[in-house]
């Protein structure tokens, strides 16, 4: 099963610039009017070494309003890293109408599992990233459903509970960093007075950077988003989203740019996901 992905990345390589429709984001919230779309090489800043590919960040927004605070984050994130010369490919996941519903058979460990054209599309995209960045905005303590969906149904395609529990190699995520950025209409002591702050750090973040074998995890944080928040409080908030991004990259530049994996494990698990 993990060998039919590896055999996807094999036959598709390192995925062009996706055809992602620009972020319109709501000058209230500090963002721009500029596309979040990866440029071509050729615009890509002089930091990038001659030769080489630069680091490749992947950064999927779950938010169901276009001008959202969540998308300013995006937008700005993607918009600092391409000043470094690094690759962004934005995923949007609601303005792409990504569907998170799994299907029979597509879970792992089937006999006749099925790998979907839509997740097929997602695995080429995303191979050889050296950052995944997740932004949304916690709902009843937990990420957006859609979001939820896309863990299982494309870092999940073909991995079993035993994968996970083995630490399995993970032909997308594994030595690549994961970084979160969410948001809350609360505050940050009242989700920690819940329990939820923690609950996700470990249930989501911890949790994902173990199973898909991530070198790293990193969550920031932005409480009291709502409508009519300070003007200032928001363009703090895109200022620190723009040094984490900058650290991150720093990172990312070290660790030397990742080509795609395609070594799996010798034989395939047939059992099913339950972990």
């Known amino acids: ?49 001659a030769g080489r590919r630069p680091p490749k960040h992947v950064v999927i927004l779950c938010h169901p309003e276009e001008g959202s605070f969540n998308a ?9 890293v391409r000043t470094i010369g690094h ?21 792992p460990g089937r006999a006749d599992f099925e790998l979907s054209s839509d997740v097929a599309e997602e695995l080429t995209l995303l191979s050889g990233a050296s950052v995944f960045v997740l932004v949304y905005p916690i709902w009843f303590g937990a990420p957006p459903a859609m979001l939820k969906g896309y863990v299982e149904r494309v870092l999940g395609a073909g991995f079993t509970h035993r994968n996970v529990r083995d630490r399995a190699f993970h032909p997308i995520a594994e030595g690549a960093h994961l970084l979160s950025f969410t948001s809350s209409g609360t505050t940050s002591q009242w989700l920690s007075e819940q329990g939820a702050m923690l609950s996700l750090r470990q249930v989501f973040d911890e949790y994902i950077k173990n199973a898909f074998s991530f070198a790293s ?12 928040t300070r003007a200032n ?12 991004a ?30």
């Open 87 to 107: 690759e962004v490919v934005l995923r949007d996941l609601y303005a792409m109408g990504f569907d998170p519903v799994l299907r029979a058979r597509e879970q």
């Open 217 to 228: 995890t990193d969550h920031v944080h932005f409480s009291a988003i709502v409508k009519g």
């Open 246 to 275: 900058r650290t991150i990259a720093s990172i990312a530049a070290r660790d030397g740019w990742r080509s795609a994996r395609v070594s799996v494990p010798a034989a395939d698990d047939p059992s099913p996901h339950s972990g």
């Open 233 to 244: 409080y928001i363009r703090e908030c895109l200022a620190e989203v723009e040094q984490k």
């Open 1 to 49: 099963m993990l060998s039919l992905i590896a055999a996807l990345l094999v036959r598709g390589g390192p995925a062009p610039n996706p055809p992602v429709g620009s972020i319109r984001i709501n000058p209230y919230f500090g963002g721009s009017h500029q596309p979040a779309t990866m440029p071509g090489a050729a615009q890509q800043g002089g930091n990038a070494m």
């Open 72 to 80: 300013s984050v995006a937008e700005r994130y993607c918009a600092t």
